[in-house]
């Protein structure tokens, strides 16, 4: 069974800097993805950033563009979010994700991802 353990949230002022992490144990795809979710209670979870694990295809909500930057490093199966000039609005329950296939036009909905981690919070204070 896949397991996903996300880590590095915190608490950070406007115009700061987090990076999440994420370990995907006994997930292996030539066809899948890994990507980030967030979440603020009684709103639906929202992609924020996915990376193909084939290839490296990144995409991105247009709320984070400029702003956040997914990547991987496949030999030890984690996945990294760097997000810069944090916002108010970015707040939130960061959840990692992956399924063994994925496509670019669906990744934004959750129900399209299997396995997800337990979350790790963020919050940008005004």
């Known amino acids: 069974q896949v397991q996903l353990v996300e880590s590095g949230g915190g608490s950070v002022p406007t115009g700061g800097s987090l990076r999440l992490f994420c370990t995907a144990s006994r997930y292996a795809s030539s066809t899948g993805c890994l990507a980030w979710f967030r979440q603020n209670p009684g709103k639906e979870r929202e992609g924020v950033a996915v990376?193909?694990?084939?290839?490296?295809?990144?995409y991105y909500a247009d709320s984070v563009k400029g702003r956040f930057t997914i990547s991987q490093d496949k030999a030890n199966k984690k996945v990294f979010l760097q997000m810069d000039s944090l916002k108010p609005e970015d707040t939130g329950m960061y959840y990692c994700?992956?399924?063994?296939?994925?496509?670019?036009?669906?990744?934004?909905?959750?129900?399209?991802?299997?396995?997800w981690g337990q979350g790790t919070q963020v919050t940008v204070s005004s």
């Open positions: 990376i193909f694990t084939s290839g490296g295809d990144t």
């Open positions: 994700a992956a399924n063994t296939f994925c496509a670019s036009d669906s990744w934004q909905h959750s129900q399209s991802l299997k396995y």
